[in-house]
């Protein structure tokens, strides 16, 4: 079935960010005195919600009220830490501007919480905006389940088969299996065995090299 939207994670994805998380997780975990395999820890987590993160962290269930302090507390250490060196992932708005003269429907789906989405978006300077934004602070599941990525294919009016996920980490390429969607791994976080799959339909550092690859031309 021929590809109607596009589906962006969003860190590591769309922007450069997955490194300064990785660094706001050791001072969040040092304020606390936790010990902390991080590695072990990114695996268990990226894709997944605020709460859920904490949980891991913390080693036991954590209900949304008493999670979302610690991270709000998190995402400020984030936040204070990536503004200075912000970036995109290379090429991701010409790639998004193409997408959009392609008559391409485009959404988000992303574990972040809304302070980081207006972090976010108000770096990037989106014109216009994604239509959809679906978030990890919604009370959906995070990734591997496919919560996120199929109310973004819904809200934006598409079958999960007409839509094409990106993302940068194995739960989000697994979740968009199980959501029945293809996907296209972007290797700024994980090598590409790493995000392999049948459903994948392309790999790439970044979206300057799918639009080389003439992305468009061969999947839409």
């Not at 998380?21 to 304020?31: L, N, P, S, V």
């Not at 859920?52 to 995402?75: I, N, Q, S, Y």
Request: aromatic share 10%.
């Amino acid at each position: 079935m021929p590809i109607k939207a596009l589906i962006f994670d969003m860190d590591g994805t769309m922007i450069d960010s997955m490194p300064t998380h990785k660094a706001a997780w050791i001072e969040f975990a040092r304020r606390y005195g936790i010990q902390m395999d991080l590695p072990e820890m990114m695996r268990r987590t990226t894709g997944r919600t605020g709460t859920e993160c904490m949980g891991e962290l913390f080693g036991r269930a954590m209900t949304d009220e008493e999670a979302l302090p610690f991270v709000h507390e998190k995402e400020i250490i984030y936040r204070e830490l990536y503004a200075p060196i912000f970036s995109e992932v290379a090429g991701f708005q010409s790639f998004m501007a193409m997408a959009l003269q392609q008559g391409l429907a485009v959404g988000i789906g992303t574990a972040g919480d809304a302070a980081n989405v207006a972090f976010a978006f108000s770096n990037l300077r989106l014109h216009p905006e994604p239509s959809v934004v679906v978030r990890g602070d919604m009370g959906l599941a995070g990734k591997p389940e496919p919560a996120i990525f199929l109310e973004a294919a819904k809200r934006l009016g598409f079958a999960p088969s007409e839509c094409v996920v990106f993302e940068d980490a194995p739960f989000g390429i697994e979740a968009a299996r199980r959501g029945g969607m293809q996907a296209v791994a972007i290797t700024t976080t994980h090598s590409p065995a790493e995000l392999a799959g049948e459903h994948v339909i392309a790999v790439a550092p970044n979206y300057n090299d799918l639009i080389a690859a003439n992305f468009f031309a061969l999947h839409t």
